[in-house]
């Protein structure tokens, strides 16, 4: 009831005399992730050309982050959640555009629901379907509290990106575990070049690290087929320097070669586990 009654106090602050017609269309996020689940960016492709079209106005758009890392790097996140659809529906500066990041001016309740981004729009007369009809998932999964189009928390645990993506929280289970955790990092053989494929992993690595500053790490590089420790080093420098490039501060990385003294797979019998011993991982510390 409180919800209900915050949000609708909320509505009435930014809408005046069109509380009937104001709606909110909700986005998710995966925890650190600028861009929104795969679902909710199919959603917001329906939003978009319902926008384009004429069929509704937006009124304001506010971003929210959960408590994961500090207020500084939440703050950074939220802005950058609300440029990914300020930027794609060229918004004029007369529109409202909060990044709040950990401010709650209206109930958030759980907290993947404190990652999101809220749209609030009116519809035109001609307009003909609502869109709080594309909400429904193949099963029928909405909650509508007041004008709120908010899906519920089982439909997100089954948002296709989140199930396709398991290893999104790698860092964090390989932090609380003090383990190791192996990067998808393939090199040019026999050199310390990195294959552009590998790229994104590096990419994916130096966002954790930046969103979480507490957070050191080393990069261990190791071989297969006998001791090498010079290119094993060399190719833990080369992912160490591209962390640095990307922005992680120098006094938060280091960097060793293992050569093949830490073998995943032994002895190793085929070319399938000279692959699994010829690799790159990383070392999480606080």
Not at 12 to 33: A, D, E
Not at 41 to 58: E, H
């Amino acid at each position: 009831m409180i919800r209900v009654f915050s949000i609708l106090l909320f509505i009435l602050s930014i809408s005046g005399s069109t509380l009937s017609q104001t709606k909110v269309k909700s986005f998710y996020f995966m925890t650190n992730q600028v861009e929104p689940t795969l679902y909710s960016q199919n959603q917001f492709a329906l939003l978009k050309t319902s926008f384009v079209n004429g069929d509704i106005q937006i009124i304001e758009i506010n971003a929210f982050t959960d408590s994961t890392g500090s207020r500084k790097s939440n703050d950074s996140l939220a802005l950058k959640r609300l440029n990914y659809f300020a930027n794609q529906l060229s918004l004029n500066t007369s529109i409202k555009q909060n990044a709040y990041a950990l401010e709650r001016p209206y109930v958030l309740e759980r907290s993947i629901n404190n990652r999101r981004v809220d749209i609030f729009y009116t519809m035109s007369e001609e307009a003909t379907k609502p869109l709080d009809e594309t909400t429904e998932n193949a099963h029928g999964q909405v909650e509508l509290t007041a004008e709120m189009d908010t899906l519920s928390n089982e439909h997100l645990i089954n948002d296709p990106e989140i199930v396709s993506s398991a290893n999104l929280n790698e860092f964090e289970n390989s932090l609380k575990s003090m383990t190791p955790l192996v990067l998808d990092i393939q090199f040019v053989e026999g050199k310390s070049q990195l294959l552009e494929s590998s790229q994104k992993e590096v990419q994916k690595l130096a966002d954790y690290l930046k969103e979480n500053p507490k957070v050191k790490a080393e990069i261990r590089g190791h071989v297969c087929c006998g001791n090498n420790k010079a290119i094993s080093k060399m190719r833990a420098k080369t992912v160490y320097k591209r962390l640095i490039q990307l922005g992680v501060k120098k006094n938060r990385l280091s960097f060793v070669g293992r050569s093949n003294l830490e073998p995943i797979v032994f002895p190793e019998k085929t070319n399938a586990d000279r692959q699994k011993n010829r690799r790159v991982d990383v070392k999480f510390s606080l």
